[in-house]
């Protein structure tokens, strides 16, 4: 059984440009969350799927958007982007909310 | 709102010794889980180990264990005969709201385990 895939898993980008994110969630699995991990503020929660709709939102600003498509494969994007968002981040997929959830290995953005 | 506090920033432990992580938590549901995941220097989160508040016996997984003390809160995870391979950040986390329509996991700093030889 295939694990939760990001793509990509490095990515450089320059301040001001825009960067879309990418998860492929375990076959069944219909939740997907996304997290930014930096060292000065750890794991924060971006937000949650489920069925293609916005369960939940972390604090973050309205530049970090994402969408859930039908076959519950899920994209985040973030525009205008700042040095603050270099960061690595985690997309996690889970059957429905309560159930241990599985990530995937990141994609490791750097902003410069 | 959840809180996840893991005390210990760095932990050494020798080879095939035991290793306690701490983790203390503050939820104001009266039903939680709480989970701890692995996270080697490739940036994956590995699931290791979940408990139930409700659960009575505490969590066993393979060699790790937690030794949840519900009235104190605390939920630390052991790892017994550590292993080369065990040196990572371990992160302690709760989520919103358990078993609910809704699901956001707040993560402690975590504790950078390293095993020596």
């Known amino acids: 059984k295939a694990g939760v895939t990001q793509t990509p898993r490095y990515l450089i980008k320059t301040r001001g440009q825009q960067v879309t994110l990418s998860c492929s969630p375990i076959?069944?699995?219909?939740?997907v969350s996304w997290y930014q991990q930096t060292p000065g503020q750890g794991l924060q929660f971006l937000f949650e799927?489920?069925?293609?709709?916005?369960?939940n939102k972390g604090n973050f600003p309205g530049r970090f958007s994402g969408r859930q498509f039908s076959n519950s494969r899920s994209e985040m994007n973030v525009s205008t982007l700042e040095l603050g968002d270099s960061a690595l981040y985690l997309c996690?997929?889970?059957?429905?909310?309560?159930?241990?959830?599985?990530f995937g290995q990141g994609t490791r953005l750097t902003v410069v | 709102a959840q809180k996840i506090t893991q005390t210990q920033p760095g932990m050494f432990v020798q080879e095939k010794e035991a290793v306690t992580l701490d983790c203390t938590y503050d939820?104001?549901?009266?039903?939680?889980?709480l989970f701890w995941y692995k996270q080697p220097s490739s940036g994956e989160m590995i699931f290791l180990i979940y408990?139930?508040?409700?659960?009575?016996q505490n969590a066993t997984e393979g060699r790790y264990s937690l030794n949840f003390q519900k009235a104190r809160k605390s939920a630390n995870l052991v790892i017994s005969a550590s292993q080369l391979g065990d040196s990572a950040m371990y992160f302690c986390?709760?989520?919103?709201?358990?078993?609910?329509?809704?699901?956001?996991?707040?993560f402690g700093k975590g504790t950078l385990l390293t095993v020596n030889p």
């Open positions: 996690a997929s889970s059957i429905k909310g309560g159930t241990e959830a599985f």
């Open positions: 076959s069944g699995h219909r939740s």
């Open positions: 799927y489920f069925s293609e709709t916005q369960r």
């Open positions: 939820t104001s549901d009266q039903s939680y889980g």
């Open positions: 408990q139930g508040s409700y659960d009575e």
């Open positions: 986390a709760i989520p919103l709201s358990w078993r609910g329509s809704n699901y956001k996991l707040t």
